[in-house]
T-cell receptor
Framework: GAVVSQHPSRVICKSGTSVKIECRSL??????MFWYRQFPKKSLMLMAT?????????EQGVEKDKFLINHASLTLSTLTVTSAHPEDSSFYIC???????????FGPGTRLTVT | EDQVTQSPEALRLQEGESSSLNCSYT??????LFWYRQDPGKGPEFLFT???AGEEKEKERLKATLTKKESFLHITAPKPEDSATYLC????????????FGKGTLLTVNP
């Protein structure tokens, strides 16, 4: 069964509003989680590393003020897309390493559409 | 900088026609090589982690192998339900487990 969940699976929002996406590890604790963005027919692009108890680490070119990440607990990380614009429309996926990184599991993804 | 190159970009097979997907990598120090399967509109599904040259792992019709420069995902007698994008990723260490992905191979198995 799934070991990482995401909510919501799909969201449509209006331009200028903010959207929060949750990522949960279901049966293990994750001090680190990762957020990816995936464009159609493209591979995953790492956006940021979410760290429990400390600030997120963002990849080069990713606006930290636009993509707010909060690692609220050992099983929950949230990504908030602030003041969303149509170009933010994408498929967002989170992942969490398990067993000291031996395995890394991905959530089912969230399809964001900004109108 | 870690680099992962997958080939071919796309592969069409007939049901039962075995083949292999390639993943070439360049890392400063390999901590793990991961294979995932991704269906359209879904997150990647974990398949295997390989750690050292010579290691092999199997799951149903899939077998992954690893050398010092590349990994192969062998698909034996594929079925249409094996159709998906197969992603390869590497972790080169550090205190986190950040993965660098290849662009994937889109596999289509025709009945």
């Amino acid at each position: 069964g799934a070991v990482v969940s995401q909510h919501p699976s799909r969201v449509i929002c209006k331009s200028g509003t903010s959207v929060k996406i949750e990522c949960r590890s279901l049966d293990f604790q994750a001090t680190t989680m990762f957020w990816y963005r995936q464009f159609p027919k493209k591979s995953l692009m790492l956006m940021a590393t979410s760290n429990e108890g400390s600030k997120a680490t963002y990849e080069q070119g990713v606006e930290k003020d636009k993509f707010l990440i909060n690692h609220a607990s050992l099983t929950l990380s949230t990504l908030t897309v602030t003041s969303a614009h149509p170009e933010d429309s994408s498929f967002y996926i989170c992942s969490a390493p398990r067993l000291a990184g031996v395995e890394q599991y991905f959530g089912p993804g969230t399809r964001l559409t900004v109108t | 900088e870690d680099q992962v190159t997958q080939s071919p970009e796309a592969l069409r097979l007939q049901e039962g026609e075995s083949s292999s997907l390639n993943c070439s990598y360049t890392v400063s120090g390999l901590r793990g090589l991961f294979w995932y399967r991704q269906d359209p509109g879904k997150g990647p599904e974990f398949l295997f982690t390989l750690y050292s040259a010579g290691e092999e792992k199997e799951k149903e019709r899939l077998k992954a192998t690893l050398t010092k420069k590349e990994s192969f995902l062998h698909i034996t007698a594929p079925k249409p339900e094996d159709s998906a994008t197969y992603l390869c990723a590497v972790n080169s260490g550090g205190s986190n487990y950040k993965l660098t992905f290849g662009k994937g191979t889109l596999l289509t198995v025709n009945p």
